[in-house]
């Protein structure tokens, strides 16, 4: 890290203030301990909910499974399999 900050001081002027919590929109917490980043746009969703005047609606989590496994193999194989 600490040579990418430098390669990047030739050319910008920076300052390393800390972790980034927020970042276009999105919370960023850290769990050093478990060595996990989550994710949050709950300030946006919750923005959209009042545009649409639905904040009387109620809220439910829906955490993506852990024993998901994700890979190219599950993905489509042909354009044509794709439309």
């Not at 430098?6 to 920076?14: E, G, W």
């Not at 300052?15 to 301990?33: A, F, S, T």
């Not at 009387?56 to 993506?64: A, E, L, N, R, W």
């Amino acid at each position: 890290m600490a040579s990418v900050k430098t390669a990047l001081q030739k050319y910008f002027d920076i300052m390393d203030l800390r972790p980034v919590k927020w970042l276009l929109g999105i919370y960023i917490e850290y769990d050093w301990h478990n060595h996990t980043i989550t994710l949050s746009q709950m300030p946006y969703i919750d923005a959209i909910v009042a545009w649409f005047k639905m904040g009387d609606g109620f809220k439910v989590k829906t955490p993506i499974d852990m024993s998901c496994v994700l890979s190219k193999n599950l993905s489509l194989a042909t354009e044509k399999d794709k439309h």
